[in-house]
């Protein structure tokens, strides 16, 4: 059995319909694994994103929270060490 399948690449020429049936099972495979890799690009740009603010929020955390930390404890002792003499 053949079949004129004209949204073919073969432009018009007789290819078997169990050809036909195997290419367009073929490129249904190909849009669904195209549409899985999209996902999981998109998964993985979203998850990058939030681990860079992640690690941009423990940056500011960790060093300006420290830095304040310490400038505080500093002034206290020097406070301390003032009213004591």
Do not use: P
């Amino acid at each position: 059995m053949t079949s004129d399948m004209s949204d073919t690449h073969y432009h018009g020429e007789e290819i078997s319909a169990d050809t036909y049936t195997t290419l367009r099972r073929c490129q249904f495979n190909l849009e669904s694994l195209e549409e899985r890799l999209e996902r999981m690009e998109n998964t993985t740009a979203t998850m990058k994103e939030k681990w860079r603010r992640g690690d941009e929020a423990m940056r500011d955390f960790t060093g300006k929270g420290l830095e304040q930390d310490l400038v505080a404890t500093s002034i206290k002792d020097l406070v301390a060490t003032t009213i004591k003499a």
